[in-house]
């Protein structure tokens, strides 16, 4: 997996910072997930940014990934 170390200006840190810290404004299903995913919108003053949340539970399996690891990727 590709893990960029900044993704729209922002630094791993900054990223990690607002992702802990931004109250959540909005989540909605993501209609094209095959196991329940979720689009989480975060804001502070007048910035935003968008995250995707996907729960353990409930994950189904798939065969291309190993039982209970879906979640993490």
Known sequence: MI??????????KEIEERLAKWPI????????????VFVVR???????IFAIYKPAGGERPRRD?????????
């Open 3 to 12: 893990q960029p170390d900044s993704v729209a200006g922002l630094s791993r």
């Open 42 to 48: 975060l804001a502070e003053d007048d910035e935003e």
């Open 25 to 36: 404004n909005g989540i909605g299903l993501h209609p094209g997930g095959s196991n329940y």
């Open 65 to 73: 990934f190993p039982y209970g690891t879906l979640h993490m990727r």
